[in-house]
């Protein structure tokens, strides 16, 4: 395989993913807009949904904000080249801050100095799982500012156990108000030490919204998260309403006898997600979108 | 609730018309401005040097955009507004020195911000976090940017804007805040939930 048409496929996945919602989450939206009660909470509904239709029409990023660029990547054990798709992905999204346009985002956190290039020191960031296949697949899931500056870890005493969870994501949905512009999708990470739990907050951003959880406790809590979120009336924008998330989305592991860390991310309602399946002979998959 | 159409330069005794959950459209000119500007506008002030734009009577949307240029003249791709408590502690001294009017963003803003726009007649309005493109579609014309040094998404941009919105009024000239109302409710909400037997 060309390392060309890596190099274009990631584009074209970039500039997907900022330009049009994953169909599950469009979904979402429309059902929150359908059953919003408060007038002025389905008035900020409508604008997204107005806002994610021009964006599509006109082959426009949705929000100015297009993320501090993150991939998630698979890659096949038998895939051929994989020393050199750091160096791909590089490229890729300084042609992409052109081309499609992405805002320049990364900024040196010492001198406050914009690279202009979407590159840095560690950005993009990049999480590697290698599986088996001959293939790479790639994830990325732009999210705005606003919305990352609300993620939250704690380290909770292990006896709190659910009850603690769960106030842990009420107090933070209820402090974060309008800010990381709700209805928004929630990441959950639970277990493992303070570095896991918040990757898999994230990790769990990645999980689409309309399939239900196989494990039975993790499908009832979400359930009973997403429902109580709801609840509390923040609404669309902190504005008031029904529609505070659009799904709240568990990962969780193991955890020391004496830990219990929780840690929750939140995607704005841009819960922009899309993953590209590169295969070794060239063939190029969109799996979260049709191209 | 009623929805209002404005069209700048604002008059105040239009402003004071205005109530918290009010919707809004904006006609005319708008400018932007980040942390950087605002900080820049206040060191300005303090050295006595006179600010390359004017904000007198005009919309100050907190926005850093996406913008494109094509043959030497600008354009607007994505024009979300950007969380306004950043510009928190610089606010109520742009308010009283550049008669602002209407400021713009998303989030809500805090104690001194509320208190400076009861004082000189001002109002916060939320234009619907995220929405970029749909507010790109409402503006006609890039008129001018300043200190662009800054970066893009943190130099003032100078808008022509038409039925710009919809903006929801959430700090009015009478000093209620509409996020302060929502906010305290949603505290009671979590209260209640805590309580219950049933969230356990």
Redesign the interface.
Known sequence: MSLEVLENAVITLLKLAVVKLPEDVKSALEKAYRAERSPIGKAQLEAILDNIKIAEETGTPMCQDTGLTSFYLEAGSRFEGLERVEGILRRAIRRATVEVPLRPNAVDPFTQENTNDNTGRQVPYMHWRIVDGDFLEITTVPNGGGSENMSALKMMSADEGTYGLKKFVIENVVEAGGLPCPPTVIGLGVGGGPNIAMDLAKLALLKPLDKPEADKTVARLERELYEAVNRTGVGPMGLGGDSTTLGVKIEYAHRHPASYPVAVAFHCWAARRATARIHSNGDVEYLTHKV | ?KKVELVTPIAEKDIHKLRI?D?VYVTGTMVTARDAAHKRMLQFLKEGKESPVTFEGLPLFH????V?KVGGKWSV????P??S?RMEPYEDEVIKNHGVRLVIG???MGEKTRQAMKKYGAAYA?F???????A??HIEEVKGVEWLDL???EAVWVFVVRDFG?L?I?IDSEGKS??E???A???R??AR??EQSG??
């Open positions: 609730m959950g919707t926005c850093g955009p996406l494109k791709l994505a024009a979300g950007t969380t408590m998303k989030g809500g939320v619907t976090g995220g929405a970029a493109v749909l790109a579609k970066g893009t998404p919809p929801v959430a509409l996020f109302q929502v906010q409710k949603a505290e909400n979590k939930m805590l969230f356990q």
